[in-house]
């Protein structure tokens, strides 16, 4: 089986229906499935339609109520915490970023909290979000436990996603970066171990605590649908740890989510700024265009061929998916969404891939 390319609009209706009829309600799939084809938009296929399978695997055991009750438990005229009611992340974050956002247009910066969330996709999805309404936007999650403290050989802390997002000049592209506090993301050993690939020294640890570049060692005797035993490295070592901590006091501690464990009930943290309110836009986003055109332009590193700033090779990525209108689903992906439609009903048992792709 060869990688499949559909249209994004494709893509999307897939998350959809794939989301709905794991019992999410519509208007929550439709935000989940923005998130997940955003994903895969900006080559972060790891956190894009793949992650279905995990997100149906959390509703059926629990960690996941399809159907949340997303309520606002204390607020200010800048500040807000919410529930979440243990929802689906990718269902339930967007409303926290809106809700900083709405604050953040009336006062000049909102704080939205939450607690009883779960995984939420991409941190720079949220980030944007706010870029998106020209102002700076900051997006923290809690996740399961990843990553063992400096000297550890326990995962007992989250890999601390996080991401700062700034609207770009009159001619320059929006500067942010979106990234986890281990080196690489967990989803990035799944795919390694999907592939059948070895990865580098430095990502992961054993479950004794000493480095491998086999992405099984993560995993209860070598079984990728068992337990996770090893750790992700911290980035940059013990810098990376106190990142991690900082991360879940501020997405977690501060706001009543939790700090690990399976993953339910993790906390958020969204904020939104408006920087009309330090200065006039026009004059930023001439200042933006002087920093990225100093930074673009300064002495190269012989070999380096061009400088990028944060979260550039991901937009000029996003640009050119969004005109050729494609995104790529590899074999084992396009297996896991058939089964998934299978399992739900949506096809007969036994059918292919080639039937589930007929329906779209």
Same mark, same amino acid.
């Given at each position: 089986?060869e990688?499949?390319?559909?249209s994004?609009e494709?893509?999307?209706?897939?998350?959809?229906?794939?989301?709905?009829?794991?019992?999410?309600?519509?208007?929550?799939?439709?935000r989940?499935?923005?998130?997940l084809?955003?994903?895969?938009?900006?080559?972060?296929g790891?956190?894009?339609?793949?992650?279905?399978?995990?997100?149906?695997r959390?509703?059926?055991?629990g960690?996941?109520?399809?159907?949340?009750?997303v309520?606002?438990?204390?607020e200010?005229?800048?500040?807000?915490n919410?529930d979440?009611?243990?929802?689906c992340?990718?269902?339930?974050?967007?409303?926290?970023?809106?809700?900083?956002?709405?604050?953040?247009?009336?006062?000049?910066?909102?704080l939205?909290?939450?607690?009883?969330?779960?995984?939420?996709g991409?941190?720079?999805?949220?980030?944007?979000?706010?870029?998106?309404?020209?102002?700076?936007?900051?997006?923290?999650?809690?996740?399961?436990q990843?990553?063992?403290? $400096? !000297? %550890? +050989?326990?995962?007992?802390? =989250?890999n /601390?996603?996080?991401?700062?997002?700034?609207?770009?000049g009159?001619?320059?592209?929006?500067?942010?970066?979106d990234?986890?506090?281990?080196?690489?993301a967990?989803?990035?050993?799944?795919?390694?171990?999907?592939a059948n690939?070895?990865?580098?020294?430095?990502?992961?640890?054993?479950?004794?605590?000493?480095?491998?570049?086999n992405?099984?060692d993560?995993?209860?005797?070598q079984n990728?649908k068992?337990?996770?035993?090893?750790?992700?490295?911290?980035?940059?070592?013990?810098k990376?740890?106190?990142?991690?901590?900082?991360?879940?006091?501020?997405?977690a501690?501060? $706001? !009543? %989510? +939790?700090t690990?464990?399976? =993953?339910? /009930?993790?906390?958020?943290?969204?904020?939104a700024?408006?920087?009309?309110?330090?200065?006039?836009?026009?004059?930023y986003q001439?200042a933006?265009?002087?920093?990225?055109?100093?930074?673009?332009?300064?002495?190269?590193?012989?070999?380096?061929?061009?400088?990028?700033?944060?979260?550039?090779?991901?937009?000029?990525?996003?640009?050119?998916?969004?005109?050729?209108?494609?995104?790529p689903?590899?074999?084992?992906?396009?297996?896991?969404?058939?089964?998934?439609?299978?399992?739900?009903?949506?096809?007969?048992?036994?059918?292919?891939?080639?039937?589930?792709f007929?329906?779209y």
């Open positions: 089986m990688e499949r390319i559909v994004i494709t893509a999307r209706q897939i998350a959809k229906d794939s989301l709905m009829s794991f019992g999410v309600e519509e208007a929550a799939a439709v989940g499935a923005d998130v084809i955003a994903s895969d938009i900006r080559g972060v790891s956190h894009g339609l793949p992650r279905l399978i995990m997100y149906e959390d509703i059926v055991n960690t996941v109520n399809p159907k949340p009750n309520r606002i438990v204390n200010t005229a800048s500040t807000a919410f979440c009611d243990f929802g992340g990718i269902t339930v974050a967007p409303l926290v970023m809106e809700k900083a956002i709405e604050m953040a247009k009336k006062t000049g910066i909102g939205a909290g939450a607690k009883n969330g779960n995984h939420f991409i941190a720079g999805y949220y980030s944007l979000m706010a870029v998106k309404e020209n102002l700076a936007g900051y997006a923290a999650s809690g996740s399961v990843l990553i063992a403290p $400096t !000297g %550890g +050989a326990e995962a007992v802390l =989250g /601390g996603p996080n991401s700062w997002a700034f609207p770009g009159k001619t320059s592209p929006g500067i942010m970066y990234m986890a506090c281990s080196t690489v967990g989803g990035k050993i799944e795919m390694a171990v999907r690939k070895e990865i580098p020294v430095g990502w992961i640890q054993d479950k004794d605590g000493h480095d491998t570049t992405p099984l993560f995993f209860e005797d990728p068992g337990k996770i035993v090893g750790t992700l490295s911290p980035l940059g070592g013990v990376g740890y106190c990142l991690t901590v900082a991360m879940e006091m501020i997405s501690i501060m $706001t !009543g %989510g +939790a690990g464990g399976t =993953g339910r /009930g993790l906390g958020y943290f969204m904020l700024i408006d920087i009309a309110k330090f200065r006039p836009f026009e004059e001439e933006v265009d002087a920093y990225y055109n100093k930074i673009k332009n300064s002495k190269k590193r012989s070999g380096v061929e061009e400088i990028f700033l944060p979260g550039e090779i991901e937009h000029n990525y996003t640009v050119n998916r969004l005109k050729e209108n494609i995104v689903i590899n074999p084992v992906v396009q297996q896991d969404l058939t089964n998934l439609a299978i399992k739900y009903n949506r096809l007969p048992a036994g059918a292919s891939v080639d039937d589930f007929a329906m």
